[in-house]
């Protein structure tokens, strides 16, 4: 089994940014794909970004490339998404996810067998 504890949410102003962070404990040398999804009220849930857990490979969703960047601290098992220039519409429950199956593979949430609690990121207009 496999961990995942986010911190980081909270409210900010549009334009502005925050850091999210996802702990894994337990078995993570089974892990080889961390992702972020996002799930707003009446909405389905998103993909946000993924990282390849050791090659460090990215990919994010259309959406939110060139404002997100998702990063990894192997030593730490910890996985970040910096969350910059954030709009009314990024507003929803992030959550971490984690996967045994390759990045390429695991642009669904159906691909991802851990899920952390989720965090709320508000953002005001």
């Known amino acids: 089994q496999v961990q995942l504890v986010e911190s980081g949410g909270g409210l900010v102003q549009a334009g502005g940014s925050l850091r999210l962070s996802c702990a894994a404990s337990?078995?993570?040398?089974?892990?080889?794909?961390m992702g972020w999804f996002r799930q707003a009220p009446g909405k389905e849930r998103e993909f946000v970004a993924g990282?390849?857990?050791?090659?460090?490979?990215?990919y994010y969703a259309d959406s939110v490339k060139g404002r997100f960047t998702i990063s990894r601290d192997n030593a730490k098992n910890t996985v970040y998404l910096q969350m910059n220039s954030l709009k009314p519409e990024d507003m929803a429950v992030y959550t971490c996810?984690?996967?045994?199956?390759?990045?390429?593979?695991?642009?669904?949430?159906?691909?991802?067998?851990?899920w952390g609690q989720g965090t709320q990121v508000t953002v005001s207009s």
């Open positions: 337990g078995r993570t040398f089974s892990i080889a794909t």
């Open positions: 990282i390849s857990w050791s090659g460090g490979s990215t």
């Open positions: 996810a984690a996967t045994s199956r390759r990045l390429w593979v695991a642009l669904s949430f159906r691909a991802y067998d851990y």
